[in-house]
């Protein structure tokens, strides 16, 4: 499958009328890059419109070749020809004619190169080729990160890229093969979809029967949210190429409802709305974590899955059980629309005053957008965006400062509650945070769409505003480090905080004060969060520079965290150089880091966000009444 066939994107809509409609050279690129069925399309293509796209590539490849001596971020292509080979200052011709795009008989006005804006012109070709080629490494990165998968973890959970094998950390259900499958179909990573697809075909279901423990939340938006993903990419009937590799939808379908069936367990167990965090899949039977709480988060965000499940089931038991848990969340008590990050299943109460946007708190607020979004904004739903907002408000009223001497913006947190000290501290989960706000301020559209329509109201601006003020400070986490890495865990110098000596260790970042890295905090899990916001505020704003961050970071993983042998590693400790390897490439690196990467890099119009909503490991689910449900 390619992306050029992803379901209900705007490139499908726009492209009946192609004729007549600018269409930028980056889209005509991208098209041409992805088109998997291109036989098809070049032999429709009449000799006429052949030689006019021979001479179009012609003048590009002339315009190129003039301009553009440098190859940063170019592909050098791979041996299987999976990669598009993009020499320096233009691409092969070879693969120009072996993938016609779907092209409008003529050349976009913008770049004609012609009436003296040649200068301009020859830049934003430059710049189009340019993000073309890195999002083609960042697909070469994916597959070398599961080329070291499948050579000495196949079937395992995680792949330890050092000691060359696999471990078995989240139950034993293949995890990074499930959470890596859509992010292959998107890239249109075809073997890798065969292979993953095969091997969910075959083993997945009895791995499902005969697991024991499993973790309700990690396994609902990992392993089921892949699933359900998969299944929905996969669907001819969602708009899908009809040629995409691996087994049919329904495979993915079927293997969602057993594991969901007993995932139920977790719900159904609770003597209240609150589940239980662990699940014996084989029994099913479920149980409280051993100190008898559940975390905030996980408790609430199991809901985009389920109710899709639902959705493409037609049996409502999914959303039933786990809308309950937003339900009874509703009517308990906050502070300024802020929560504890313990629950408890047995009084179904909140437990402890610990409130913080990092671990076991994060994706409480993501979810109370996004669910409200899946459901296409509909007024019983409404309760979700109140909670959401007034949440949002009091992280802006209790949770935002900002750091000495240098200004950044950061979100510290409430250990003891909202009546005693404040924390200066920052997980690299709270990097979340940033792209949420955006997605929430203009419910998916360009920023520039929102204000000409008069949709942003004054929360809406603060929050937006917020998202551009985070999304820099998380983007500083990293650039403020030797390696150019963010660590785990980052703590702000204010007037009441200060610890010397603990700076990330680059010396030239402006930042070096405003930033301290406790010993303990100093590694890298190969965490999404960053690129996750960068990709949403780079749709939402259309604003280069965050991809220019994305790219940076995505230089920083390749240089000190890819295996040679196979796979990427988080490392120790990011402000050591070089850094030393943990010999863990968790799976979230295929199901996230690299997707939002390769999507940051790509057209906006793969997988839209007024479309779709990712659930909090970056697997994309329809909202309901605008792509098709099936
Ligand atoms: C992922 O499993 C999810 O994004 C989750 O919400 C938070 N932690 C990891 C990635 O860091």
């Known amino acids: 499958m390619s992306s050029k066939s992803l379901p209900y994107s705007k490139k499908d809509v726009h492209y009946d009328n192609a004729k007549f409609r600018h269409r930028s050279f980056f889209k005509v690129i991208t098209q041409n890059l992805h088109t998997s069925n291109v036989k098809n399309h070049c032999m429709s293509c009449s000799t006429g419109k052949f030689l006019l796209l021979l001479m179009i590539f012609g003048v590009a490849y002339l315009m190129l070749t003039h301009t553009s001596p440098t190859t940063d971020g170019l592909v050098k292509g791979s041996k299987n020809g999976t990669y598009e080979h993009i020499t320096s200052g233009g691409i092969r011709f070879g693969n120009i004619f ?21 200068g301009l012109d020859h830049r934003k070709l430059n710049s189009d080729l340019k993000w073309i080629a890195r999002q083609q490494n960042v697909k070469k990165a994916f597959i070398h990160a599961w080329s070291g998968y499948k050579k000495y973890a196949m079937g395992y959970d995680e792949l330890m890229p050092v000691s060359k094998r696999g471990v078995d950390g989240l139950g034993g259900l293949g995890a990074t093969i499930v959470d890596g499958l859509d992010t292959a179909m998107i890239m249109g990573a075809d073997k890798v979809v065969s292979e993953a697809g095969f091997w969910i075909e075959t083993h997945l279901s009895n791995k499902i029967n005969q697991t024991s423990q499993v973790n309700l939340f990690e ?12 299944y929905h990419l996969s669907s001819v009937e969602n708009g899908m190429d009809s040629t995409h590799k691996g087994p049919k939808p329904v495979v993915y379908l079927e293997t969602a409802k057993n594991l969901a069936d007993r995932l139920l367990a977790g719900f159904t167990s609770s003597p209240t709305a609150i589940p239980f965090g662990d699940v014996v899949l084989r029994d099913p039977s479920a149980h409280p974590a051993p100190d008898g709480r559940s975390s905030t988060s996980e408790v609430s965000s199991l809901q985009l899955e389920f109710n899709y499940l639902s959705s493409v089931s037609g049996d409502p038991k999914y959303t039933v059980e786990s809308m309950r848990v937003l339900e009874h ?79 950044l913006v950061f979100v510290g947190e409430l250990p003891f509650g909202a009546d005693s000290s404040f924390s200066p501290k920052m997980d690299h989960l709270v990097c979340f945070l940033p792209g949420t706000l955006a997605l929430g301020a203009t419910k998916g559209l360009t920023k520039e769409e929102a204000m000409k329509n008069n949709m942003l109201n004054f929360e809406d601006l603060e929050n937006l505003k917020l998202a551009e003020d985070l999304a820099k400070t998380c983007f500083e986490m990293y650039s403020v480090t030797s390696t150019g ?97 943990r010999d863990k490439m968790e799976t979230f690196f295929l199901g996230e880091t690299l997707k939002y990467l390769y999507l940051l890099f790509g057209d906006s119009s793969v997988i839209p966000l007024d479309k779709f909503v990712f659930n909090t490991e970056a697997h994309p689910i329809p909202i309901e009444g605008t792509a098709k449900m099936g």
Not at 98 to 118: A, F, I, M
Not at 219 to 230: D, H, K, N
Request: proline share 8%.
């Open 329 to 407: 969340i509703k009517t308990l008590p906050k502070v300024e629309g802020l929560v504890p990050i313990f629950i408890s299943p047995r009084t179904g109460e909140f437990s402890g005053e610990n409130i913080r946007l990092g671990s076991r708190g994060d994706s409480y607020y993501e979810y109370l957008l996004k669910v409200w979004l899946q459901k296409n904004r509909e007024s019983n739903f409404t309760y979700l965006h109140d909670m959401y907002e007034e949440a949002m408000k009091g992280v802006r009223h209790l949770l935002v400062r900002k750091s000495i001497p240098n200004g």
């Open 485 to 581: 890495l963010a660590p785990e865990i980052a703590y702000f110098h204010t007037k009441e905080f200060s610890e010397g000596g603990l700076d990330g260790g680059n010396k030239s970042s402006e930042y070096m004060n405003d930033i301290i890295i406790k010993p303990a905090d100093r590694h890298n899990l190969l965490r999404p969060e960053t690129v996750e916001s960068l990709f949403f505020l780079y749709r939402i704003t259309e604003d280069p520079k965050y991809r220019e961050w994305g790219w940076q970071i995505f230089e920083a993983f390749e240089k000190y965290t890819r295996v040679d042998t196979g796979g990427y590693s988080s490392l120790d400790d990011v402000t050591s150089v070089p850094p030393h390897k």
């Open 219 to 230: 396994t609902t938006i990992r392993v089921l949210g892949g699933l359900l993903s998969a």
């Open 98 to 118: 072996r993938k016609p795009p779907r092209l409008p008989p003529q050349l976009p006005p913008d770049v004609k190169g012609s009436r003296g804006n040649t």
